[in-house]
């Protein structure tokens, strides 16, 4: 079966590479026909390349083949993979794709142009790189009713944390070692501030539960505010702190979603994940706690993904998935901090009695070199409202939610 | 669509309820008819049941209703459910099951019988309960070489070993305990000897590399031997035991597998894996570690799990999955004593000097309370049998195999 890769960047790189290094498996797993690549579209000239014959800087090249039946865009951005990928679909060729950014900004508008052109838009490696989630999720997980969500879903800030947590790094000399290791970019900003973390929420939420959820309903924080006395007094209780995408099923129309820093417990399976590694958990009625966990980017973990995707296409290439979701609602993502009640971490200056005055049962967190003058403790469960109308007149250092996952 | 249960024992009626209380959902996840239960077969009277009218002690009900579709074999053994599963695929009806030693010893036969129905004979259950595996590694990681696979496939055994390793308990209070919880059955044999996991391996084996692999071409060894003493000098090295089921890819025509305990070092998703939970490491060649978590038994994960399957074979009612291996073969499983290398625990009845005589270059371990003339100690890496061979002449009172997972 003929097929096509739009943009040759590191995850299209990864995509012809796997595709011609495994055809052998690929032909057994399928039981068909070999992945032959007929375009690869690109703008830069790739003389020399091995595969030189096949590139094109036309994207109607691709558009016009009448043999190309799956498509993989590995562009990127939503200008032009969205309009790239609309077309795409409506002329009736099957689209695979890594690119968060654009399921979660036009998702919904594509997986409608797939039904318009009675194909499949498959987006696997859009979250957690090389893990399986999505289909898992949709197959899998089908006679449950999905109750939570909470994922490690960067592995930049998930490095960044390590390094902090276990070589007692700072945030500034732990982002440069991502830099220097290649993980994170020359401006981190998506990745340190969640917005990276935010559309794979998106994708998750949208998923889970039906309605397309955009990263504008999803309140997001970064881990630049999180300091080595939040991780020396987070240690003490037996805890790490990991940026955590959150998806809480409130009810039919309603649910709370959002990306921060969170207190997890060691014994979550959350907590072990080191390193560049992700992790997803679906919390289900019937099946209670399930993780998945594996290496969330890079270039043959993704690479692989999409390849997954575009043999599940090759095998529909005459039948539509039953797979996506609907439209959004303005009120449907809830303002968590006045819903969902959770217990918080809370660094300040303050005494203990002022601490326990306030809040009445806390459970004081200690660490080396702690001045007299700080305290940091764990709450009861609240809202992040109540809580901050308690610490109004308090000089508040941090605040971290914990989660129970 | 109709659909049919056989044995209502836990699974079963498990079954019965998931789909039952989720009927909003598969809908919604479908996108068809609901599924609608025609008949449930069971030996016993359920005078009272709620289901009473559904019941039937007749088999041929099942197999000759021509509307009933889709059928769930949760009778569990190999008589009658091999009998029952063959007559109705070949009938061309789809059957799911959580029967891991059906599948473990029938599966090739089974999913010829689909061939020939031209139907699907799905087993998600029957590998880690509630845990999504099958689906995944057959699917989402159709893009990789698989070069490894370990499990920890048993609950009852990672619970005694939980209670060993947390609690300080004996194995046999800690056996105890699993049964008063109702983890373990009066006749622990088939979970504490391996034997559970054993089918786990062949499933998971067979369908990774292709070729049916039967419970005695794997090596089993339970964890009745496992002593504090075992765990604690483990402890010292930063490491759990586990019983592990371990599959290696070595060509073509050759893999290893085999069950038994393992050191497994914390920091590894597997160390971390406590309580009655399940988890499953592949190693993918593209992909890198990716590693599945949940719950491997129980009634409501289980369920889910089935009726995940039942939803499958619903939507492809009329079309053939590419799914299950081929004929196994006599040599196919190695004998890994002699071939496949990796570093090895071992406790003694020797002097330190006396290891480093033996091995060079060992590792030592410690333990509260350890004996003089006792030691511990972690081997580079070789093969079982060499390290037979060295500790021919010495009292060896413990050997542990050492994991790089």
């Not at 790189?13 to 498996?25: A, C, L, M, N, T």
């Not at 997803?280 to 993780?291: E, F, P, Q, T, W």
């Not at 290496?295 to 995707?309: E, I, M, Y």
């Not at 529909?316 to 217990?343: C, L, N, Q």
């Amino acid at each position: 079966m003929k097929i096509a890769v739009m943009g040759y960047g590191t995850v299209g790189s990864g995509v012809v590479e796997v595709i011609e290094q495994h055809s052998e498996v690929i032909a057994k797993r399928t039981g068909g026909e070999p992945l032959e690549i007929a375009h690869i579209l690109d703008l830069h000239d790739n003389i020399g390349d091995p595969h030189e014959a096949l590139f094109t800087k036309d994207f109607n090249d691709i558009l016009n083949d009448p043999e190309v039946k799956v498509v993989a865009e590995t562009i990127g951005g939503v200008n032009p993979a969205f309009d790239y990928t609309q077309k795409l679909l409506k002329a009736g060729k099957a689209v695979v794709t890594s690119n968060k950014e654009l399921v979660a900004q036009k998702g919904l508008e594509l997986l409608q142009a797939a039904d318009e052109g009675n194909t499949n838009y498959l987006f696997e490696a859009s979250v957690g790189g090389g893990i399986p989630i999505i289909r898992p999720m949709n197959q899998c997980l089908a006679a449950n009713n999905i109750e939570g969500i909470a994922g490690i879903l960067n592995g930049t800030t998930n490095f960044i944390l390590t390094m902090m947590i276990e070589q007692g790094m700072s945030f500034d000399d732990a982002l440069k070692l991502a830099q220097d290791n290649g993980y994170a970019e020359k401006d981190p900003t998506a990745d340190i501030e969640g917005f990276d973390a935010s559309r794979k929420v998106c994708i998750l939420a949208s998923l889970a539960f039906g309605k397309h959820v955009y990263p504008n309903q999803v309140e997001t924080e970064g881990i630049s505010n999180i300091t080595l006395e939040d991780v020396s007094y987070v240690s003490s209780a037996n805890g790490v702190i990991k940026l955590l995408g959150q998806i809480k099923y409130i009810n039919e129309d309603k649910i709370a979603a959002f990306v921060s820093p969170a207190v997890v417990y060691n014994g979550s399976q959350l907590a072990s994940v080191r390193d560049v590694f992700n992790a997803i958990l679906v919390r289900g009625d019937a099946v209670g706690d399930v993780c998945f966990y594996g290496r969330g980017a890079g270039k043959l973990p993704t690479a692989s993904a999409v390849v997954a995707d575009m043999l599940d296409c090759a095998k529909h290439v005459d039948r539509k998935k039953i797979f996506g979701w609907g439209a959004g609602e303005e009120d449907y993502v809830v303002d968590y901090r006045s819903t969902i009640e959770m217990p918080f971490y809370v660094r300040a200056k303050m005494s203990e009695s002022d601490a326990v005055n306030i809040f009445h049962n806390v459970k004081f967190l200690s660490r080396k070199g702690q001045p007299s003058d700080e305290v940091a403790f764990i709450t009861d469960k609240m809202t992040e409202n109540a809580l901050k109308e308690k610490l109004a007149d308090s000089e508040v250092l941090n605040i971290i939610k914990v989660t129970n996952y």
